[in-house]
């Protein structure tokens, strides 16, 4: 379970959440990545292994903090990156320590997972340093993208902040597969 719970956070990103309204993407966002903070739900799938999570993540091109909770908000995990390193503190304050996001799950878990690459993903974008695919649904949409032996799959989409952000999206790849419903998006210090 642990396992589980540590793939779903280090591959990511409480709270319930209403439908929101339709909003159609044609393209993957042009923005660059930029800092933001998200809360949402996981589900996550690896191997015989299932774990889902409230998930709250603060992200910045220098730091991550990545935090899973319980339904009931008890702090399952912590991840942290920054200057330093890597951490992952579990619910009983057990610390495990890495360079990088990729070196670490490769330790504990056997699969390296492109977290660096999930931060522009759920933002809709792809990694602008690194061979991608896109594919569009019937109606000409944005359905899924196709980075690095991963595919991202968009669900569904929502404005926040005057941009078309994910609301609803999974990603598969080495094995497993991380769904992630994201309730609210703070972008440039705003609540949207």
């Known amino acids: 379970m642990l396992r589980v719970l540590l793939l ?10 209403s439908t929101p309204p339709v909003v159609q993407v044609q393209q993957l966002n042009p923005t660059a990545a930029r800092a933001f903070v998200l809360d949402g739900r996981i589900a996550m799938h690896y191997q015989t292994n299932a ?10 091109q220098a730091q991550d903090e990545v935090t899973l909770s319980s339904p009931l908000g008890s702090t399952l995990a912590v991840l942290t990156r920054d200057e330093y390193g890597v951490r992952v503190v579990d619910s009983e304050k057990k610390v495990y320590a890495g360079q990088d996001v990729t070196e670490l799950t490769e330790r504990l878990l056997g699969v390296r997972i492109p977290l660096d690459y999930l931060a522009y993903w759920v933002l809709g974008q792809a990694v602008p340093y690194a061979h991608f695919e896109t594919k569009m649904d019937a109606a000409s949409m944005l359905a899924s993208l196709q980075q690095a032996g991963w595919t991202v799959s968009y669900q569904r989409w929502q404005q926040a902040g005057g941009y078309n952000l994910p609301n609803k999206l999974s990603v ?4 497993g597969e991380l769904r992630m419903v994201i309730t609210r998006w703070y972008l440039n210090g705003e609540g949207v």
């Open 172 to 175: 598969t790849g080495e094995g």
């Open 8 to 17: 779903g956070l280090l591959l990511s990103v409480a709270g319930c959440a």
């Open 51 to 60: 774990a889902s999570a409230n998930v709250h993540w603060v992200h910045s």
